[in-house]
Structures are given as C-alpha cells and as structure tokens.
C-alpha cells in the first residue's frame, strides 16, 4: 500500500466552479500537510501548507486536514482558467523543514473558460 | 535571488553515457534534495543532503551520485546512463531551523536516454 494515495485525474471543470482535491494517507507520524502546485513543464511551487488537524484558508483556496480519517483536501472557490495545473499532496512526519516529504501522485486539473 | 537554479534545462544521452546535472541555490539552504518525476508517477527521491560534505540515498538511488562540497551546489551523478532513467529532474531545498517544511523546487532537468 502506498503511504499518500492521490486521485489521479484527470479533473475537467468551468470556470467559475469549486473544485476539491483530495489525498489520503496511512502513516501516523505526519505532521505537515502540503499542497503544491505544477504548472506544465515547470517546477512545483508551495501552494498551502497545514499543521496537525484543521482548516487554513488563502484567499480563494482552503486546505483542511482530518487526521483522524487521514484524508487532507484542497478546495479552490471560483476557479479560473488560470488555476489549470498539477497539484500534488505532500506530507512530512518532522517538524523541521529539512524532513523527507512524500508525495501523492498528482491531480491533473483543467479550468475551461 | 534566483531560488534554485539548475542545468541543463534539456539533454538528450546515449545508453551508457554520463552526465551531470547542476542545481545550485542561493537562498543559503542547509538542505539539498533531488527527485525524479515520471508521467502520473509523482516525485520520487534519489538522494539528499542535510549540508556540506553529508549526503544520504533515498527511495530511488541506483544509477546515480551525488556530492555536496559547498551549501550552494548539489550535482546529481548519472553514470552509464540507462533507459529507465529517462525522466525529469528537480532539485529542492529547504532551511531546517525555521520551522517550515517547504521545500523549494527548482524548475527541472528533462533528460531522455535513447
């Protein structure tokens, strides 16, 4: 069994709508909860991060984090063509930086105008 | 502050050539890593490095070196290239003491083994 299981996509959608995306896991130990954001042959960048349980939110997009369930999402409201990327889950088990993180796979999303 | 920087941005080997990739960061960064990224697959970790002189493998290692002489520069060895190894390439970095887990990624090395 993988430790970050990611739904793969790909995930279609207009403009405008809420899109979730979703990771479970099954290692305890993490702590840091990440999600990056791929654009198409570029390099992932740091979208939001979460410590432990609970909600954070950035402007049009929130990050939640249910430990008990071992599932994290990434809600984006109001999507925009421009939000058309990979994102990828990231989760580390240390609360120093320097820790490994594991990644899901990826979801592959599109924002149609 | 260019971030993390890395070369060459595309390389086409030959099966049993060698190469190195080059990623240097100027963001004083004790931490170095290296992943590879196949297509749906996600970034899977070849080696890191927690500072100078100090490296380790990670999931993926076989078929690569690295070495860390300075905080800048972490090259990634590929010896005797195989085709399995055709992917693309980051480098990331991350500063440990500050509490943060992000890393930051450089923009890629994609390389093709034919």
């Known amino acids: 069994q993988k430790e970050v299981e990611q739904d793969p996509g790909p995930l279609s959608v207009p403009e405008g709508a809420i899109v979730s995306l979703n990771c479970t896991y099954s290692?305890?130990?993490?702590?840091?909860f990440m999600w990056y954001r791929q654009y198409s042959r570029k390099g992932p960048e740091l979208l939001m991060y979460?410590?432990?349980?609970g909600n954070k939110e950035d402007g049009r997009f929130t990050a939640q984090v249910d430990k008990s369930s071992k599932y994290i999402s990434l809600f984006i409201r109001d999507s925009q063509p421009s939000d058309s990327a990979t994102y990828l889950c990231a989760m580390s088990a240390a609360e120093t930086s320097g820790s490994r993180l594991t990644f899901g796979e990826g979801t592959q999303l599109t924002v149609n105008p | 502050n260019a971030g993390v920087t890395q070369t060459p941005k595309f390389r086409i080997l030959k099966i049993g050539q060698s190469m190195t990739l080059q990623c240097t960061q100027d963001m004083n960064h004790n931490y170095m890593y290296w992943y590879r990224q196949d297509p749906g697959m996600g970034l899977k970790l070849i080696y890191y490095?927690?500072?100078?002189?100090?490296?380790d493998k990670g999931e993926v290692p076989n078929g690569y070196n690295v070495s860390r002489s300075t905080t800048e520069d972490f090259p990634l060895r590929l010896e005797l290239a195989a085709p399995s190894q055709t992917s693309v390439y980051f480098c990331?970095?991350?500063?440990?003491?500050?509490?943060?887990?992000?890393?930051?990624f450089g923009p890629g090395t994609r390389l093709t083994v034919t």
């Open positions: 979460t410590y432990s349980s």
């Open positions: 490095s927690v500072g100078a002189g100090i490296t």
């Open positions: 290692n305890s130990a993490f702590q840091y």
């Open positions: 990331a970095s991350s500063y440990p003491d500050r509490g943060h887990p992000e890393q930051y």
